[in-house]
């Protein structure tokens, strides 16, 4: 029997929540289409919500001395690198903070070169950073600030002074300053034979050679060949040349010329370099670009090919091992779209049919980040620069195109790609990170002019002036084509004075906008009334000035029809 007493159930229809976030999806190259996220990140709570946050300011941190004529050239742990261009010659400056801590090697051309850098093992419980260009190198003691120039392979060294005597191998000279262990000697007027070679130095004036004098002189001249890093390069081009990246592995350090000739180091001493220890990253014919450590690998990038070489112990010669059954069919697409942030490797990969994309090595598992849509825009203007930093819980990789006039920022946590710009600029202008462990932040190197900016946590501003976070959420039909009206619009978002939230839309594929309506997000619940029908529609959704801004989501009242 049918109770006609009971009354009908009561329920609470939710309100349809809008999509805010998701993967790009550029039909072309171009950015001004389809759903994006400009200047902000998504956050994923506990509930599994994904809230979407405008992305932290730029306030600037340091202008060094001689900014104007300063050009970024990398960074590395707490250190940072420019070339000073000053006519008729240039010069390499290594920073800590707004400290000038060393001059490194240049040549004398007003040229700019990148630099690249990784702590090595000195003796048996120190370590010292190994910093070079493609044109020379240095080793850095942070405990002495003291750069010495390692000079590359086959290069004319001195003529030093000292006393020989027949029958000794030692030699006695006022300083060996600049000299380097395995270097033959070129002129010796008889002393020693160009066969022979450093084998050891003793102290600040005192080496010992592998073979006896022949002569006793107490001012004997000496010119040696040095045998530092070998820098030959294809074809009969004479010039010097180091690939770009430092491989450290077990007390080594390890380095790569542009003929895929990879070197090591003794253990232990990034100064001596052994003319016999290297070998052939000859698995395919292709041109060399980079080298970088991953886990107990030291990895040689190609142009469409990655070679893994392993720590074999072996001696003589290179103590490095090929590891035939890791070899990846990537590349790397140049020298500085590779970057390393706590133990991952990010790149811009290319293949041998021209495919552009982003790859990670993390925990020796491989990645492919970029989305089609990503990879499309990675071919038609690929990335030159890429560096990663952490913030707010998420590790971010950003890529930036210059000629493209982009920078798009991978989120490892949620494999989500967003869009920044910075500074009066369509994409960041910074050229890489270090860490400042006076300040405790990460700094962000402009391209030049000397300047660092480190990020604002407090405001969304850049250097004092407020910037628009754009949401272009993915085209809504709420899963039917039928006709809807959309009679209430609520913002879930923090509740912050002054702040607004700026919404337009696009019923005809974004080829047309509304005007702009405005959310007053100082109010608990804010709302617009009456926002029209639709079979489909683009939102955008735009928060401008330097409030912080959280927005937890948009909710909808749809009926059915037309009103």
């Known amino acids: 029997m049918a109770d006609y007493l009971r009354g009908q159930k009561r329920e609470l229809e939710l309100p349809l929540r809008l999509s805010l976030v998701a993967p790009p999806a550029q039909r072309g190259t171009a950015l001004t289409n389809d759903s994006r996220l400009v200047n902000g990140y998504a956050d994923l709570t506990e509930d599994n919500e994904l809230h979407v946050v405008k992305r932290p300011g730029f306030t600037l941190a340091y202008t060094l001395t001689g900014g104007a004529n300063l050009t970024a050239s990398g960074a590395y742990d707490i250190y940072h690198f420019w070339t000073q261009n000053l006519f008729p010659g240039s010069a390499g400056l290594m920073y800590r903070s707004n400290t000038l801590v060393a001059t490194l090697y240049s040549e004398a051309a007003t040229l700019t070169y990148n630099y690249w850098a990784s702590y090595v093992q000195s003796g048996t419980r120190s370590r010292v950073l190994l910093v070079h260009n493609t044109r020379g190198a240095n080793v850095y003691n942070p405990n002495t600030g003291v750069a010495v120039v390692l000079t590359l392979a086959d290069n004319p060294f001195g003529p030093l002074t000292g006393a020989v005597n027949t029958g000794s191998p030692v030699v006695t000279v006022a300083s060996t300053a600049g000299l380097q262990k395995y270097s033959t000697p070129s002129a010796s007027g008889g002393a020693f034979a160009t066969s022979d070679f450093v084998q050891s130095i003793d102290s600040a004036t005192q080496f010992t050679m592998s073979a006896n004098s022949a002569i006793t002189n107490a001012a004997q001249a000496i010119t040696f060949n040095s045998s530092g890093p070998n820098g030959t390069r294809p074809y009969v081009d004479t010039s010097k040349r180091l690939l770009p990246g430092v491989g450290d592995l077990n007390s080594r350090a390890h380095l790569c010329n542009e003929i895929s000739q990879l070197q090591s180091a003794d253990p232990g001493d990034p100064t001596a370099w052994d003319p016999l220890s290297f070998l052939f990253a000859y698995d395919r014919q292709q041109t060399p670009i980079a080298i970088a450590r991953h886990l107990t690998f030291v990895l040689a990038f190609k142009t469409n090919s990655i070679e893994f070489f392993r720590d074999a112990g072996q001696t003589p010669g290179s103590p490095l091992l090929r590891v035939d059954n890791r070899k ?126 480190k990020l604002n946590k407090t405001a969304s501003s850049d250097a004092g002036a407020g910037f628009d976070m754009d949401i272009y959420a993915p085209e809504f039909d709420a899963g039917t084509r039928l006709t809807k009206y959309l009679s209430k619009m609520y913002v879930v978002a923090d509740q912050i004075p002054g702040s607004t939230l700026s919404l337009r839309v696009s019923d005809d594929n974004q080829q047309t906008w509304s005007d702009y309506r405005t959310f007053n997000l100082a109010y608990d619940r804010p709302r617009l009334d009456e926002c029209g029908s639709f079979y489909k529609r683009f939102f955008h959704f735009r928060h401008s000035g330097t409030q912080l801004c959280r927005i937890r989501g948009v909710e909808l009242d749809l009926l059915p029809g037309t009103l």
């Open 328 to 453: 990846l069919d990537i590349g790397l697409a140049s020298a500085t779209a590779l970057c390393e942030l706590d133990g991952a490797l990010f790149w811009i990969s290319t293949t041998d049919s021209k495919r552009y994309s982003a790859h990670m090595l993390e925990k020796g598992e491989l990645k492919e980040c970029a989305s089609p849509s990503i990879a499309r825009l990675f071919s038609g203007n690929t990335p030159t620069v890429v560096y990663g930093f952490t913030y707010s819980g998420h590790t971010f990789f950003v890529c930036t195109s210059v000629t493209g006039g982009y920078s798009a920022v991978y989120d490892k946590q949620l494999g989500l790609w967003y869009f920044w710009q910075a500074l009066g600029q369509t994409y960041l202008p910074f050229r890489a990170t270090c860490f400042d462990s006076v300040d405790g932040e990460v700094m962000f190197q402009s391209f030049s002019g000397g300047t660092l900016y």
